[in-house]
């Protein structure tokens, strides 16, 4: 069974526009939550964190949201970027130390000039 | 920052033949390494955990005996596949944390293995 969901496995949005990509899990022993971004052939490189004591954490462009009730949470880009573009993995893990992630299928961005 | 180095990054082996990707952390040591494996258009599965200095432990449904894991020393880590089959085609990935607490997995860049 699939943990943790990524329903939306394509979006494309306007260059300079926020992009929101979302994310639901289902193991309520997550604490930790990751986004990555991924380009072919290549291995994820790590973007943003939350855990799960937060709501909201901020980077730069990006902002990652965590709605524990809901068990949702959104990674959104503003403003987006042609160099967005790549695949974006939303991935959990159930404790500190060494743990593995869990991830989801993966949402494809297109920012579109 | 924490750089996880994986080798080789792609390979095309014949039917039968047995492949070694190798793992490695270069500016920290990881008693622990995950390797993860991804079809196309797919998440990252997990396989198996490397764990220096004892055994691999694997996820459900994976071949111990057909994806042999060795983790040498605190820096490197070794996946073979033996007796490889088209089915093992696949884009497998290593990757390791490099720290305590809630320290973000630091990924290779991946292996393509094609066996043809």
Same mark, same amino acid.
């Given at each position: 069974?699939?943990?943790?969901?990524?329903?939306?496995?394509?979006?494309?949005?306007?260059?300079?526009?926020?992009?929101?990509?979302?994310?639901?899990?289902?193991?309520?022993?997550?604490?930790?939550?990751?986004?990555?971004?991924?380009?072919?052939?290549? $291995?994820?490189?790590?973007?943003?964190?939350?855990?799960?004591?937060?709501?909201?954490?901020?980077?730069?462009?990006?902002?990652?949201?965590?709605? =524990?009730?809901?068990?949702?949470?959104? #990674?959104?880009?503003?403003?987006?970027?042609?160099?967005?573009?790549?695949?974006?993995?939303?991935?959990? =893990?159930?404790?500190? $130390?060494?743990?593995? #992630?869990?991830? $989801?299928?993966?949402?494809?961005?297109?920012?579109?000039? | 920052?924490? /750089?996880? *180095?994986?080798?080789? *990054?792609?390979?095309?082996?014949?039917?039968?033949?047995? /492949?070694?990707?190798?793992?490695?952390?270069?500016?920290?040591?990881?008693?622990?390494?995950?390797?993860?494996?991804? @079809?196309?258009?797919?998440?990252?599965?997990?396989?198996?955990? *490397?764990?220096?200095?004892?055994?691999?432990?694997?996820?459900?449904? /994976?071949?111990?005996?057909?994806?042999?894991?060795?983790?040498?020393?605190?820096?490197?880590?070794?996946?073979? /596949?033996?007796?490889?089959?088209?089915?093992?085609?696949?884009?497998?990935?290593?990757?390791?944390?490099?720290?305590?607490?809630?320290?973000?997995?630091? @990924?290779?860049?991946?292996?393509?293995?094609?066996?043809?």
């Amino acid at each position: 069974d699939q943990q943790v969901k990524q329903n939306s496995p394509s979006l494309s949005v306007q260059e300079g526009r926020i992009s929101i990509l979302n994310c639901d899990y289902t193991n309520s022993m997550f604490d930790y939550f990751l986004w990555y971004k991924k380009y072919p052939a290549e $291995g994820p490189t790590f973007l943003i964190s939350i855990s799960s004591i937060k709501d909201k954490n901020e980077d730069g462009r990006f902002t990652v949201f965590l709605n =524990k009730s809901a068990k949702h949470l959104s #990674l959104h880009i503003v403003p987006s970027q042609p160099g967005d573009s790549a695949v974006y993995f939303c991935a959990a =893990k159930k404790k500190a $130390g060494n743990t593995p #992630l869990v991830f $989801g299928k993966g949402t494809r961005l297109s920012v579109i000039a | 920052g924490a /750089v996880v *180095s994986q080798h080789p *990054s792609w390979v095309i082996c014949k039917s039968g033949t047995s /492949v070694k990707i190798e793992c490695r952390s270069l500016d920290f040591q990881a008693t622990t390494m995950f390797w993860y494996r991804q @079809f196309p258009k797919q998440s990252l599965m997990l396989m198996a955990t *490397s764990n220096e200095g004892s055994k691999a432990t694997y996820e459900q449904g /994976v071949e111990k005996d057909k994806f042999l894991i060795n983790h040498a020393s605190l820096t490197l880590s070794t996946l073979t /596949v033996t007796s490889a089959h088209p089915e093992d085609s696949s884009f497998y990935i290593c990757s390791a944390p490099p720290g305590q607490g809630h320290s973000p997995l630091h @990924f290779g860049n991946g292996t393509r293995l094609t066996v043809t």
